[in-house]
């Protein structure tokens, strides 16, 4: 589904976000809107209130946040497209296109530790492919989860051998990962602890 624009006047979205929306140019401005109007209606769903109701924090070029009580949320934009899960815990989300071209080689060896290098090197060029594209995901979606920074933290989050967790090396955190395809797209989702992946309820528009 593509993410279509919503109305300044679209209930959806709040006073807060029409000023915010302001002062964004008009491309900007028509998918903040949306995004935020979206965001609300599959909340709404979840919590079977009006998504007007929905206290959701979220400014522009911030992660978005809950009120106290209400759960986790973690949003990803990918062309055009974006992906929302909730959870009762912090929670990170990645969406990528799974044909996106990237010099595949060149991220592994500037971002990657050695030990992923050492078993990425070995898979078929399709596979090494793949696999790169996967851990970063992972390695985003930790960022997210961590509130942190892309460049800042990049390098530092390292991906286990079977995918199914993160760690680290500068700071005492480690995640459980879950990655997904659905048609074209590849995600991943992570949470500090494994059970919450299975309570994750997740959202692409």
Known sequence: MWLGPASSRNPCVSDQERVWACNLGHTRQQRFL????????????????PAQDIPLHAPPGAPPSMHSGWGFISLSHSQGFALMAWSSAPVGVDLERLDRPFASEALMRRYYASSEQHQLKGLPKHAFHESVLQHWLIKEAAIKWQQGSLARDLSHWVVSADGLSASHRG??????????????????????????LTGVTVCLS
């Open 171 to 196: 700071k005492d955190f480690q995640v459980s990962a879950h990655s997904r395809q659905l048609g074209p797209w590849g995600m991943a989702i992570v949470s500090a602890c494994e059970q919450n």
């Open 34 to 49: 949306g995004s935020r109007a979206w965001m609300r209606s599959c909340l709404g769903d979840l919590w079977a209130v």
